[in-house]
């Protein structure tokens, strides 16, 4: 007897196995500086804690609408509308337990077998693993640093076929931090009109946005774009709520009422308790966002100074999200007498074994010869980091 040929198709990524070394070594007491996470180091705003211990001592601890809570739906709504630019109603939003489920949900509502997926590497770890899940096919138009890491009109209407269903359109950029700017995603707006497939726009960093960038939602390029578009988005990052799982999806009726059905027979509801301090943390003060993104706008200018002046790396200043990306191709064929390193995911081994410091290797976002390093972490941890990184790379012969 042996697991489902879906499982067995998907991979249990390098970012696991990096992850789970530097755990290990921090559980021995070794002095780990990981960044390899995908979080903010912030704590979860007071207010917000404050409303999931009402909710609680109010006894809101019971099932939920499916789709999550109408006072929840309607702060979503509010949201993109306000900021966004889009009207939605809340029959056309579903809240789920995080915006991964949702973009799983997504996938699984549109995708038939051997309908072709379109996303750009570097990717989100996920994407090609929902895909195949849901047996469909990822066509990946490979980005790099010259084109800073986007897709232009012309690979996108080359990776177009009469199979394409969907396109998947990650903004800012996991792992890069790349952001599309207005006039960029106009011009892949213009393809989208023409052609009958939908796109998933995933906006999970929306807020983690520098210096003068601005963020433009999608599905508010055009009414045309919109009754295409699954807008996906979640308070994990915004917030500082990963460990909540709450993440929502905003699109077409039909779609939503697909992904309702899915999580019907999946989850059910996101926590209720969640929802409830989700809607304090979108109704509630916004101060925190604009404390984190400067404060995180200080911690990518620092870090990125570092990374960038050490020898043989050589990095893309992102303008969103909270990750650098360095290529690392110089290193590569060089040795210290224990390790050789010929992939990125040698090089990440070394700094965690040699530096100390745990980052993820590029071939885990499908983009071999560089590394995500999160700038999450204190300046102090930061500054140590590179100190420590340069040592090591500085005995690479
Ligand atoms: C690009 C991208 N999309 C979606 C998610 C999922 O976020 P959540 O924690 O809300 O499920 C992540 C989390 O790392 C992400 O990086």
Known sequence: MTV????????????????????????????????????????????????????????????????????????????????????????????SNGAKQCVYNAIQSVINDGDEVIFSSPYWVSYPEMVSLAIGKSVIINTNE???????????????????????????????????????????AEIIEKHNFYVIADEIYEKMIYDDNKFVSFASISEKVKSKTIVVNGLSKSYAMTGWRIGYAAGPQHIIKAMNKIQSHSTSNASSISQAAAVEALLGPQTFIEQMKNDYQKRRDFFFNEINSINGLQCFKPQGAFYLFPNITYFFNKSTNIFRIEHSFDLAMYLLYEAKVAAVPGSSFGSEGYLRMSYTASMEKLGEAAKRIKNALGKLT
Request: with cysteine.
């Open 4 to 95: 489902s040929k879906r499982i067995s198709n998907i991979n249990i990524s390098s970012t696991m196995k990096i992850a789970q070394e530097a755990k290990e070594m921090l559980h021995k007491g070794i002095d780990v500086i990981d960044l390899s996470v995908g979080e903010l180091d912030y704590p979860t705003p007071p207010n917000v804690k404050d409303a999931a211990i009402k909710a609680i001592d109010q006894n809101f601890t019971k099932y939920t609408i499916n789709s999550g809570t109408i006072e929840l739906r309607e702060a979503i709504a509010d949201k993109l509308r306000k900021e966004d630019y889009l009207n939605y109603s809340p029959s056309e939003i579903i809240v």
């Open 146 to 188: 010259r084109d800073n890491f986007k897709i232009s009109r012309e690979q996108l209407e080359e990776a177009i076929s009469p199979r394409t269903k969907l396109l998947i359109l990650c903004n800012p950029s996991n792992p890069t931090g790349a952001l599309y700017n207005r006039n960029e995603l106009e011009k892949i």
